[in-house]
């Protein structure tokens, strides 16, 4: 149990909606960031908040968000959801920004079904 | 071009015996990181060991080594005495952009390793 939670486990949903998930870090660690896995695109860096504040960007679209509240759980908000959107939706949370050495804490993941 | 490559889609392992997971990495940075994570059938992801660019050894962590080499640009991943359990994929990634100030985060497709008894 690396300590990161994320909910829910599982999700399905039609084309066209909305859907947001969540993610509480390890207690301590300011940093979280959102990773996507899919069998075509593999795992994609998507975006990384620190201390609520974006920290860097990666493969984001455009029809993704995410933020990070002042308790420092984290949302991904993702909208006009599509077939190819479908995949394991991991977060991860790490001590600080990620400058240096840094171990990322992976949760356990959303796996998420677009119908 | 791929920033990240892991050529071995997949490898067999007899148990207790070393395997050397492959990565070779593309980058204009001159400060960059790179991890080993694996992923075992369960889907958690697990951080296993972390080589930065300026690091003048190649880092350890217990069973697993990370054998960096700079100038060919590789950071293999060596298991040793391999255990049932260490059937998983295996990824390497890439944390680059400390230059620019705009960190990003690449991963290679991975290698699935299989234990074999």
């Known amino acids: 149990d690396s300590g990161v939670t994320q909910t829910p486990k599982h999700l399905i949903t039609a084309t066209g909606q909305r859907v947001t998930l969540r993610c509480s870090p390890r207690?301590?660690?300011?940093?979280v960031y959102w990773y996507q896995q899919s069998l075509d695109q593999g795992l994609q860096f998507l975006i990384q908040y620190y201390n609520g504040e974006e920290r860097a960007k990666g493969n984001i679209l455009e029809r993704f968000s995410a933020q990070q509240f002042p308790d420092l759980h984290s949302e991904l908000n993702l909208s006009s959801l599509e077939l190819g959107d479908s995949a394991l939706y991991f977060c991860a949370s790490s001590v600080t920004a990620g400058i240096f050495q840094e171990t990322q804490y992976f949760g356990p993941g959303t796996r998420l079904l677009v119908l | 071009a791929q920033k990240i490559t892991q050529t071995q889609p997949g490898m067999f392992v007899q148990e207790k015996e070393a395997v050397t997971l492959d990565c070779t990495y593309d980058?204009?940075?001159?400060?960059?990181?790179l991890f080993w994570y694996k992923q075992p059938s369960s889907g958690e992801m697990i951080f296993l060991i972390y080589q930065g660019s300026y690091d003048q050894q190649n880092a350890t962590e217990g069973r697993y080594s990370l054998n960096f080499q700079k100038a060919r640009k590789s950071a293999n991943l060596v298991i040793s005495a391999s255990q049932l359990g260490d059937s998983a994929m295996y990824f390497c990634a890439m944390r680059e952009g400390r230059q620019s100030g705009t960190y990003k985060y690449i991963f290679g497709t991975g290698t699935r390793l299989k234990v074999l008894a």
């Open positions: 980058t204009s940075d001159p400060s960059y990181g």
């Open positions: 207690s301590g660690d300011l940093s």
